[in-house]
């Protein structure tokens, strides 16, 4: 239990709406092993459903960024 709850501190799991340049994977890499520290595997996948933004999963630490994120947010407000 305790290997994979490091194997997933290891790894992260960044989604966008659309798909993103290579600078732009690169820059978010380097700011992710900055925070990280080096060693981090990096996985980009492209999700529609977000509509916009960006959503980082790192162990169990999720950075949502996305336009779906905060439509729900301002829905659960009313």
């Known amino acids: ?11 992260a799991r960044v989604e966008t709406a659309a ?6 994977e690169a820059a978010v890499g380097r700011t992710l092993a900055s925070v990280y ?19 980082v999963t790192v162990g169990s630490d999720v950075l949502d960024g996305t336009v779906a994120a905060r ?8």
């Open 19 to 24: 798909p993103i340049d290579p600078q732009v």
């Open 71 to 78: 439509l729900t947010r301002l829905q659960e407000s009313f």
């Open 37 to 55: 520290g080096a060693g981090l595997a990096i996985s980009f996948a492209v999700n529609p459903a977000l509509i916009g933004g960006m959503k």
């Open 1 to 11: 239990r305790l290997v994979k709850l490091e194997q997933d501190r290891r790894s």
